[in-house]
Structures are given as structure tokens and as C-alpha cells.
């Protein structure tokens, strides 16, 4: 939960002032700004955010998928005692898909269209582990089946284009859990799906983590799957955090305009219906030239109460705003929360 | 009689079936799908219709068959009265007027090689409409009016996010002020903030234009903010139709209590509390549809019964029609589910998730 700690209690992930950018020919890119977080083991923190908030690029930097030469990688990841930035790019490779596995929104960005699902769980299986084929098959049938694919004896020699949506997304997670990873990150692994599979996946995600004592992050944009499964949550708009806490707490009392912006966005189906939504006005920042003070400022409707016109000039910093609660926001404590129970009481139709 | 009534669409009994062929020099066809398979829909001026339903439950193809984007194997639709199905490509461009469509991906819906102002100015040189003061002013009015920057006139799409583009196409839309627009998936391509915005834009529209909005959508939540009335969709079929009200606060068939108690809430304590009902397995094939009801083969209702008999879609109170032998109250729900996964039984070799939430399914708050 604290965005910065002291080295000799580390918790299981840590995550310290990480900065991802990227050149291009419009300019650099600063996709990921200084990001600080930290997660107990068999926790689920969801990282929150719209198209270009770095949400995505913070989840492949801890997975060590950033291109190094590609891209200007600073900031720590301590991983279970584990520094992974400053490791070599093999021994990253090592650690990924034993230590840390990920999931996407996209199966076949994970699957191979020409081998046979089974095949590719199983390799996957011995590329971490010194294991014979027959047990790594019998392994596989049997993760196969706790993900819940019918007619397992059957489907492992399927090719990915044979499965449904569902299905595949089964199969991405069997081979992402396979070897108990200690580290699950989920990049909006439900997107793609229709409800009542969502439903499904994200249940059997919940259940496996249950067992398995996983920590997961989950990346996704989705305000009730958050409120559905996280412990904690980071709000991420242009490249930074803006609020972290827990679920509860960014629900109930959130103070930064941005997540107060996103809960009075989304269309409810457990409120009174409101006449109009009441969005976020104008559009997400361009990541090439974000604002000098507060990125969130120019969509913002309280900025002109902060004297000084601070959020224009000043880079506001992510400070604690009560306990396990974080807030990047120049207004005060009390005016701050003052707007956000004004907000959730028109949120609530009273 | 439709003047009075003020209906605007009219699709009575529709079918659309797509021909599965075999391989090889000489293809025959060896089987159907039936991708809509039996629909009524009706729409009146200024009215939304929410058409709901999973991938692969019809819903677009339904959507597209009123416009004859596709045409329907058999059935027939009404224009404002106007019968258009019997229509040749040609006698149906004059139709087009009234018709128009939003499409999901604002990304591809537009041509990238033609500027913003050309893009709009599209539908006024298609049908050879001169407005009074021109089509540049008309135009430039347009891009006033759904929230772009008159400016913008000669730039590119590639020069706008994917929340200025759907406004685009959504001026488009309306150049010829249609009676009737077909929105397939508008906002389920942006981020929230922007889905927001482009709602209350669809309904200022609608409440100055007197636009009929035929909503395709699998976000629930955003079908409730948009919609009149709401039509649940599976596997080609019209399952439960009724007011906005009805659907969420008091649907009846089982399918759409499933559908409903699986939209996760963005409140922690209640999502918590809530009962879901996880249906297993996948949506059967549209080719081989299952016997009798086409959702028993995941209907936590089902019976002997719902294999052999085709249920009809019937009133069951005034513009609430459900399609299904045992509906059930959204009270009746919980008990009902808790007691059907503590029998489960291992069907479909384990296609069973390992445990099921047994929370509390509420049932949506009352209507403002």
C-alpha cells in the first residue's frame, strides 16, 4: 500500500518511482511517471485508468517485457527481494512465466496458432522445470480441467482456433498458473468477453488465487470488476498514480476530481437513474505533451479554488491523505473531501 | 395510421440465415445459420430500443437486417409504413434518407483519406440533398452541433481521438435528420469519460430530432441509460422484451436474470452481498441450435419439457413478453440457484466452475 517504504520490512512487491518513456519522432513519451506502489503477498491490487494512463506500461515494466533499447526504463521493482530492473534481460526471462505470468485481453497474443493447446502448456511447463513429457501432460490435463475446459482428454490436442473466446482465455490462464506463478498480472483479461464469461473467468481467477496464495494485479478500466475483486486500488491518469487505497475507501471516500470524474462517468445499474450522465468534460491528455502542473487540470472543475493557480504550475506530489489512503491532488484535505461527499451524494439520487 | 401512431419501424417475423457451404470445386451448402431466427421489433418516433444479447446472439445481424445492410432470408420491415424488403438496391437509396447507422469502431467507420468536412458532407451528395445555405454551412452547423470545432473542417480522421471521431460519424448520422438510427456498439470502443459524453449526446440528439435509436449493446448498465424499452436477445431469438423498467427491476426469464446478476457493481459492499449466477459452458452453435428452447442447455429452469416445446414469445402483462415455460420472480431467483448448484451434478465432463458465489442477487433500484 505505501507508495514508499523502508527497505528492511519490504513487502512482497515493490515499486518505486518508476519512469517508462518512450522516444518517438513527435517527441519522448513519458508513459509511465514516477510510479511508486507497493502489494502483500495473495493480495489483489487493480490498476485503474483510461487509454493512456500508463496502466498498461507499468504492468509490462514489472513484467520485464519493456524493450530496454527501445525504451528509457528508471525506478526499482523489488520482487519478492528481487531488485528486476537492474537484472540482466536472461535472467528476467528466467523469472517470467515461473515467477511472474501474465494474461491478456487478447488470448491469442499468448497462444500459438499452430501448435496444439496441450503442446504449448506442456513446454511451457519444461522450460521451467526438469520434468518428463508424461508428467508434464498429465500436469497439464489436469490444470486444464481445474480451469474448467470440458471434455479435457480431447481438447488438449486442440488447436487454439477450435476453442471459443471463453475457452482460449481458459486455456491462457491454465498456461499462465501453470507453474504457481507468486505473481499474476491480468491486462484486461475479460475485455473481450460477454458477461456471464466474465463472470466465469473472473471467478475461476479468484478461486485459483485462493488456492495458490497469488498475488495478482489486475490492469483493467472497469469499475465494477475493481470493486468486484481488488483489495486495493491505484487510479492511474497520464502516467501517475492519482489515487491509491483500498477498494473501499476509493469507493466510499475518494478525493481526487479524477476518480470522482470516473465513478459519476459510468452508467449504474444499482442507482437511480439519472437524467444525464455527469462525465468527465474534454478528452485524456496526449502523452507527448502533458500538462506542466497537474496532468489532470485542464479536465478539471475544481482547480481555479487552489490559490496561487498552483495545479497549472505545480506537479503535485502523491501524499497520505489519512491511513492507507493516497492522494495527488493540491486542494485541501477538508475542501477535497467536502466536493467528493457533495459528488457521491448526487451520485446516490438523494 | 403510422403518421398517428408515429411507429417508425416495423419488423415483423424476421429471419436471416447465413448458408454454411462445404469445401471443394463444387460447394454445396450443408447447413444454415441461423443467425436471426424469428424477430419482431417495433420502434416509435423518439424512441430507443435496447437490443441486448452475448456474441453470437444476433443482435447485430438483426440490427443490420432492418437496414437491409443484410438481407433477411424471409420476414418483412417497415419503413414509416413503408414496405422495404420487396425493395431492389436502387429503390431503396431514396430509403436510406431515413435510415442511418453508427457503427462501434469509430476507427474504421471513417474513411482516412477524406477530410472531417468531406466525411460529413458524404450523405448530402450521395442523396443530391442541397440544404438551404449550402452543404459547407450545413456541414460546419453539424460539427457545431454534436461538439467539434467548426475548425476542424479540413483535417483528417487520423487527427482525433477515438471519442472525437464517433462524434463524426454520429454528424454524419444525422446530416438528413433520419427518423431512424441503427447504433451498433457506439461508446463500447471508449474510455468512460468519453462513452459518457457520447451518451448524452445521443440523447440530446434524439430529444431535438425526434430520432428512433435502435441501440445494440452487450453493456447493460449502458443500455439502461440509454434505452425505453429493451429486447434480450439468445442465439437468434427474442427472449424477453419489455419497458426499461420491467427488464431490470422485473424480468422474468432466466437468461436475463443471468445476464443482469453478472454486470459486476462498482460498489464494493453490494457486489459482495450479490448472487451470480454463472451459466456454464458456451452458447450452443448457431448452426445446430438445441431442440425446443434454445437456452436450456444453460437454464437453471430447465426442464423435460423445454426440449421438446418451442416456447412462444407471450404478453405476459401489457409490452412484457417473455419467451420461456417456468419464468421466475427476481425474489424466487436466489433460492432457486443456491439449490441448483448444491445438486449439481457433473454434466459436459466438468465444464463446472469449482465453486459459485452464493451472494444476494438485488434486483435493480427503482426508476427516477
Not at chain 2, 134 to 163: D, I, K, Q, W
Request: glycine share 8%.
Amino acid at each position: 500500500m505505501m507508495p514508499s517504504g523502508s527497505s528492511f520490512d519490504r513487502p512482497f512487491l515493490q515499486v518505486t518511482d518508476l519512469a517508462v518513456a518512450f522516444p518517438t519522432e513527435d517527441g519522448l513519451v513519458q508513459a509511465v511517471d514516477g510510479v511508486s506502489l507497493s502489494l502483500e503477498r495473495g493480495k489483489t491490487l487493480a490498476i485503474v485508468g483510461e487509454s493512456g494512463s500508463g496502466k498498461s506500461v507499468t504492468a509490462q515494466a514489472i513484467m520485464g517485457l519493456i524493450n530496454r533499447k527501445a525504451a528509457k526504463i528508471s525506478g526499482q521493482i523489488w520482487l519478492d527481494g528481487q531488485e528486476l530492473i537492474a537484472l540482466p534481460q536472461n535472467e528476467v526471462q528466467e523469472l517470467m512465466g515461473s515467477e511472474i505470468a501474465m494474461i491478456f485481453q487478447d488470448p491469442m497474443s499468448s497462444l500459438h496458432p499452430f501448435y496444439r493447446i496441450g503442446d504449448q502448456i506442456i513446454e511451457a511447463i519444461r522450460a521451467h522445470r526438469d520434468i518428463g513429457k508424461a508428467a508434464a501432460r498429465s500436469e497439464t490435463i489436469d490444470m486444464l480441467r481445474r480451469v474448467g475446459i470440458p471434455a479435457v482428454e480431447r481438447r488438449v490436442d486442440a488447436y487454439p482456433h477450435q476453442l471459443s473466446g471463453g475457452m482460449r482465455q481458459r486455456v491462457m490462464i491454465a498456461m499462465a498458473l501453470i507453474n504457481s506463478p507468486a505473481l499474476l498480472i491480468a491486462d484486461e483479461p475479460t475485455t473481450a468477453l460477454d458477461v456471464t464469461v466474465q463472470a466465469q473467468i473472473l471467478e475461476l481467477i479468484s478461486n485459483l488465487q485462493d488456492e495458490f496464495g497469488t498475488t495478482v494485479i489486475l490492469i483493467t478500466h472497469d469499475l465494477g470488476i475493481v470493486a468486484d475483486v481488488a483489495d486495493e486500488v491505484a487510479v492511474m491518469y497520464g502516467g501517475r498514480i492519482v489515487e491509491l487505497g483500498r477498494t473501499a475507501m476509493i469507493y466510499e471516500r475518494p478525493e481526487m476530481p479524477y476518480t470522482l470524474g470516473l465513478l459519476s462517468s459510468v452508467p449504474r445499474m444499482d442507482k437511480v437513474l439519472p437524467e444525464r450522465l455527469d462525465p468527465i468534460r474534454g478528452n485524456p491528455p496526449s502523452p507527448i505533451r502533458l500538462p506542466k502542473g497537474c496532468v489532470f487540470q485542464p479536465r478539471c472543475d475544481y482547480f481555479e479554488r487552489v490559490s496561487g493557480g498552483a495545479c497549472l504550475t505545480v506537479r503535485p506530489e502523491l501524499l497520505p491523505s489519512g491511513p492507507d489512503h493516497f492522494v495527488r491532488c493540491h486542494l485541501r484535505v477538508e475542501e477535497r473531501q467536502q466536493i467528493a461527499q457533495d459528488v457521491l451524494r448526487v451520485l446516490a439520487g438523494s | 395510421m403510422t403518421m398517428e401512431t408515429g411507429e417508425v419501424l416495423r419488423a415483423t417475423d424476421l429471419h436471416t440465415y447465413f448458408a454454411v457451404r462445404s469445401r471443394g470445386i463444387i460447394p454445396r451448402t450443408i447447413g444454415q445459420v441461423k443467425a436471426v431466427d424469428g424477430v419482431d421489433l417495433r420502434l416509435d418516433r423518439g424512441e430507443t430500443l435496447g437490443l441486448v444479447g452475448e456474441s453470437g446472439s444476433g443482435k447485430t445481424t438483426a440490427a443490420r437486417s432492418v437496414l437491409m445492410l443484410v438481407r433477411p432470408t424471409s420476414g418483412k420491415v417497415e419503413l414509416e409504413g413503408q414496405e422495404i424488403t420487396s425493395l431492389s438496391a436502387r429503390a431503396l437509396e431514396p430509403v436510406r434518407r431515413k435510415a442511418q447507422m453508427i457503427f462501434q469502431d469509430p476507427y474504421n467507420a471513417l474513411n482516412p483519406r477524406h477530410t472531417v468536412g468531406g466525411i460529413i458532407s458524404a450523405p448530402f451528395r450521395v442523396q443530391r440533398v442541397e440544404p438551404a445555405g449550402g452543404v459547407r454551412n450545413a456541414v460546419l452547423e453539424l460539427m457545431e452541433r454534436v461538439g467539434l470545432n467548426p475548425e476542424h473542417y479540413n483535417r483528417y480522421p487520423n487527427e482525433f481521438s477515438g471519442g472525437q471521431r464517433q462524434r463524426i460519424g454520429i454528424a454524419r448520422a444525422i446530416a438528413l435528420r433520419p427518423k431512424l438510427i441503427v447504433c451498433d456498439e457506439p461508446v463500447s470502443a471508449l474510455d468512460v469519460s468519453i462513452q459518457a459524453q457520447i451518451l448524452n449526446l445521443l440523447r440530446d440528439l434524439q430529444r431535438e430530432f425526434k430520432i428512433a435509436y435502435l441501440f445494440v449493446a452487450h453493456d447493460l448498465a449502458v443500455v439502461r441509460q440509454i434505452s425505453h424499452r429493451v429486447a434480450v436477445m439468445y442465439l437468434g431469438h427474442i427472449v424477453e422484451t419489455a419497458t426499461r423498467e420491467v427488464i431490470y427491476s422485473a424480468p422474468l426469464h432466466p437468461y436475463t436474470h443471468s445476464l443482469l446478476s453478472a454486470v459486476p457493481i462498482p460498489d464494493p459492499q453490494r457486489q459482495k452481498r450479490r448472487t451470480r449466477i454463472v451459466l456454464q459452458g458456451d452458447l450452443p452453435s448457431p448452426i445446430d441450435p438445441p431442440s425446443g428452447c434454445v437456452f436450456r442447455t444453460r437454464c437453471f429452469q430447465a426442464q423435460e419439457r423445454c426440449a421438446v416445446e418451442v416456447p412462444p414469445l407471450v404478453e405476459v402483462a401489457p409490452g412484457h413478453q417473455v419467451a420461456c415455460h417456468f419464468p421466475i420472480t427476481v425474489g424466487e431467483v436466489p433460492a432457486k440457484v443456491q439449490s441448483a448448484h448444491a445438486a449439481a451434478p457433473g454434466e459436459d465432463d466438468g465444464a463446472r466452475d469449482p465453486v459459485t458465489g452464493v451472494h444476494f442477487y438485488e434486483p435493480g433500484p427503482p426508476h427516477a
